[in-house]
């Protein structure tokens, strides 16, 4: 088990986290952590990402650059439609 200590920072607490902790993760200052209070306890979570349409189309476009060609899925975009969806 690793600890952490707890300490003033401005007008607030901020909390230290061990690198080893970090690495673990895959984190680094500047992440954003998703905070909870479960049952008396502090759980810390990688924040899930929230991705810009503008940002998904440009990382699209450098895919295509680099794979020659558009990605596309012809069984998908031939297949019937299975509920509600519209086209």
Known sequence: MTTATLRRWGGAIAVSLPKKVLAMLGLRAGAELEVKVTEGNIVLSPA????????????????????????????????????????
């Open 48 to 87: 899930r990402r929230r991705y810009r349409l503008t940002r998904l189309e440009k990382e699209q476009r450098a895919l295509e650059r680099v794979t020659t060609g558009r990605l596309v899925d012809k069984e998908w975009l031939e297949a019937p439609a299975r509920g509600r969806e519209r086209l």
